[in-house]
């Protein structure tokens, strides 16, 4: 029995079997393999982090504004009044990362409807019913300006008041029943009072997909949603709220249109969305990877500014012509996000980063191609070092796994750098060094087995010197003798 335990034929079909499930594991989503490989991508992130645009500004709704404003939300007249200033200092787009789901508590209206029934409030009433309503204010400047976009967010199905708003079509050439089938579903929404997401410009989702570690690497460009019309299921998709952002500033009555590529090169998605000039690679679940940079302070405003006339030169210098988004960093307003670059920012420089990476054309792709390469790559080298295992030196071996290894990782971030696309070294590597070490294991156990046959089977007749020489060396072991000169 220890005969065949120590077979190095055994040995090899062994190893191949181990090499076998590691290939096949290869194509896993497991969390043990998504964490390590995360950790990778990460890194890379960190070490070439994208660069800046000079194409966006961040309003935001920070501490100061609120210590200075006031409470949020703030009067819809108020946002009006943000709407309008930025359109008046340049600005291409505005875009809202929040929702305003339900009507300003703070309409003359509404506040009028509140006052105790008292005759003395009689006047206060009448005037106040008399005055504009907030919302219809804000719609009226979204509407005029024509610049706007507002967002939507995911809510349980028993809490969606209303579909979202369509603004845009999206058509699907070749491949749509793929498309819709792997696409995010939603099941439901928490959306906009309709009067503003139909005088906005666009609309989008602002739906956030944090990875199991809380860590926001993708977003969904697109999501489905089926709505059942006339006993009829009806699936429609809606966009990302920062890719709408994107294609409001090109051109406001745009379309989408995905394909899916006739020709598709070992690297390319397999879908290709065209805004006017621009191409974004997507696979058929709409998944984006975001290339993230570090947002600068400086590319923040302070809500409050907006509304100080003596800030606005400084204002228009800094929004003119570009996409400014409308988010919040307070923290009592719960829009913080971990990404790979940073564990606390505001959400609304996810946005940021989707928008300016496809403005410079910089993707990051791991696409199914680049998965079975990884594993064509395992299989190669891994039966290279379990044919060589038992036949050549551990030190030997153990220098080319290392070697071997060492290039996986230089190629991983080549490909990173040059070329976008994100390969896996530290599963590969894990393989390669596994299998390293169980041969080294198996190549001791056996040599270890034929020194203790040899020293039990010559240990009473030969001298110490040769036995040593023998079980250091078991080949020399054989019939006929040896013949030298003496």
């Keep these: 029995m220890l005969r065949y335990l120590t077979n190095k034929w055994l040995h090899i079909l062994l190893l191949l079997l181990f090499l076998t499930g590691a290939v096949y594991f290869s194509f896993s989503d497991h969390e043990f393999r998504k964490r390590f490989q995360n950790l990778t991508f990460d890194t890379y992130n960190n070490m070439y982090p994208r660069e800046a645009t000079n194409k966006i500004a961040i309003i935001d709704i920070d501490?100061?504004?609120?210590?200075?404003?006031?409470?949020?939300?703030?009067?819809?007249?108020k946002m009006a009044?943000?709407?309008?200033?930025?359109?008046?200092?340049?600005?291409?787009?505005?875009?809202?990362?929040?929702?305003?789901?339900?009507?300003?508590?703070?309409?003359?209206?509404?506040?009028?409807?509140?006052?105790?029934?008292?005759?003395?409030?009689d006047d206060a009433k009448?005037?106040?019913?008399?005055?504009?309503?907030?919302?219809?204010?804000?719609?009226?400047?979204?509407?005029?300006t024509g610049n706007v976009v507002t967002g939507f967010t995911h809510a349980r199905p028993n809490e969606t008041l209303r579909a979202p708003v369509e603004s845009v079509k999206i058509f699907i050439f070749k491949g749509k029943e793929e498309f819709f089938k792997n696409t995010t579903p939603t099941k439901g929404f928490a959306t906009n009072l309709p009067k503003f997401s139909e005088a906005a410009a666009g609309n989008g989702s602002f739906i956030s997909s944090p990875d199991f570690d809380s860590i926001i690497r993708e977003v969904d460009l697109f999501r489905t949603y089926s709505n059942v019309v006339n006993g009829q299921e009806e699936k429609k998709l809606y966009p990302f709220l920062g890719l709408e952002a994107l294609r409001v500033s090109i051109d406001p009555i745009m379309n989408y249109i995905i394909r899916a590529r006739k020709e598709i090169n070992i690297f390319d998605s397999n879908y290709l969305l065209s805004m006017g000039e621009i191409k974004v690679p997507i696979e058929n679940d709409s998944k984006f990877r975001v290339y993230y940079r570090d947002i600068k302070d400086n590319e923040y405003i302070s809500a409050y500014k907006i509304f100080d006339p003596n800030e606005k030169e400084n204002i228009k210098k800094l929004l003119k012509d570009k996409i400014v988004f409308v988010g919040t960093s307070a923290e009592g307003l719960r829009d913080i996000r971990a990404t790979p670059i940073d564990i606390i920012i505001p959400g609304v420089e996810v946005h940021v980063n989707v928008v300016e990476q496809i403005i410079q054309g910089k993707y990051l792709t791991r696409s199914s191609s680049v998965i079975w390469l990884e594993a064509i790559?395992?299989?190669?080298?891994?039966?290279?070092?379990?044919?060589?295992?038992?036949?050549?030196?551990?030190i030997i071996l153990g220098f080319f796994t290392l070697t071997l290894m060492a290039s996986m990782f230089f190629i991983s971030l080549q490909s990173y750098v040059n070329y976008g696309l994100l390969v896996d070294p530290v599963y590969p590597s894990f393989v390669l060094f596994s299998l390293f070490i169980m041969s080294a294991l198996l190549s001791y156990l056996r040599s270890e087995t034929d020194r203790k046959q040899i020293r039990g089977a010559f240990g009473q007749y030969i001298s110490p010197e040769f036995m040593k020489e023998l079980t250091e060396n078991p080949d020399k072991l054989k019939l006929g003798g040896e013949v030298k000169e003496l």
């Design 126 to 144: 009448k005037m106040l019913a008399a005055l504009p309503d907030n919302d219809d204010v804000f719609a009226k400047a979204i509407a005029d």
């Design 377 to 394: 790559a395992i299989a190669f080298v891994g039966v290279l070092i379990v044919l060589l295992a038992p036949f050549i030196n551990v």
């Design 81 to 121: 009044e943000l709407v309008l200033v930025a359109k008046e200092v340049g600005a291409k787009v505005v875009m809202f990362d929040m929702v305003f789901g339900e009507p300003d508590r703070t309409s003359p209206k509404r506040i009028a409807k509140n006052l105790p029934p008292n005759k003395n409030f």
């Design 63 to 77: 501490e100061d504004s609120l210590a200075k404003v006031g409470q949020f939300p703030w009067p819809r007249s």
